[in-house]
């Protein structure tokens, strides 16, 4: 509790010169995106521990649990609430990536690191992996592959990694070209999580048709389907998909 409201403390379990740099990485980064709405308000910091212990705003992760590399996702969301998640998640990378002299890529984004507030606002947290591409440059070479397998974009991580992660049978969903034949033949259903789908009154087409152009935008993404859209255009896509409607079907009457 902070000032009689309900606040998050993030502390480090971890220590090391490696860790310490993340550690400072992560309170630099929260403090200059706490204004924009879609990242974890900084509210402060407590620097009584070994590590400064980051004090944000109180929001809850739209995982089951933290445990585990896999941060399920929690089944409550529907469609139409995760479709609004990623827009303005997508919003929020857009904002890394041009509000600063120079680009600032996150280089960890997956469900553990996204919260909603009360309001059912998404927020982005966790940067401790970001890292800035000089000016004037394009990218930077890492020395070691940084992020959370599973939600890692292909072309960043080698293929010799890449070829001995994806021969677990539950992850072959996240095989590139896998997700390529499975949407090409309409059969996407293979790939999204049914919890989601179990909701009364809801318009089934319309959510296919959602559903599929989501899924072509994350191939776009990953440079599998088209040109690889910057992070603006895909916020601005994932708008249009929101609003996507499933056209009726007019039947005429015969006499």
């Known amino acids: 509790m902070l000032d009689d409201r309900v606040v998050l403390n993030k502390k480090w379990a971890y220590g090391g010169s ?3 740099e993340k550690i400072y990485r992560d309170l630099a ?17 407590c620097l009584e521990f070994s590590y400064p212990v980051l004090v944000c705003e109180y929001a809850e992760v ?4 933290l445990r585990g590399a896999r941060c399920p996702i929690d089944p409550s969301l529907t469609w139409s609430m995760r479709i609004i998640i990623a827009k303005e998640i997508a919003n929020a990378l857009s904002y ?3 509000a600063f002299s120079r680009t600032l890529i996150h280089k ?8 909603l507030n009360e309001n059912g606002t998404a927020k982005l947290g966790e ?5 800035f591409i000089p000016e004037g440059e ?8 940084e992020g959370t397998y599973g939600f890692l974009d292909p072309n960043y991580v080698s ?14 969903v996240e095989d590139p070209e896998c997700l390529s034949r499975l949407v090409k033949d309409g059969r996407f259903d293979k790939v999204v999580d049914k919890n989601m789908l179990v909701v009364e009154g809801r318009d089934i087409e319309q959510e296919r048709l959602q559903i599929k152009a989501f899924l072509e935008l994350s191939l776009r993404c990953i440079g599998r389907l088209g040109d690889v859209p910057n992070m603006t255009d895909v916020a601005k896509e994932l708008k249009r998909i929101e609003r996507l409607k499933s056209v009726p079907c007019l039947v005429k009457e015969t006499v």
């Not at 739209?62 to 649990?65: D, E, F, K, N, V």
């Not at 293929?159 to 072959?172: A, I, P, S, V």
């Open 127 to 131: 940067f401790c992996n970001c890292v």
């Open 18 to 20: 490696i860790f310490s």
């Open 62 to 65: 739209i995982t089951r649990s």
């Open 159 to 172: 293929k010799e990694y890449r070829n001995r992660c994806l021969k677990r049978e539950d992850h072959l």
């Open 108 to 115: 960890d984004i997956q469900p553990c690191q996204i919260f």
């Open 138 to 145: 394009t990218y930077v070479q890492d020395d070691v592959v």
């Open 96 to 98: 890394l990536h041009t």
């Open 29 to 45: 980064v929260s403090s200059m995106v706490s204004g924009h709405k879609n990242f974890l308000k900084l509210l402060g910091c």
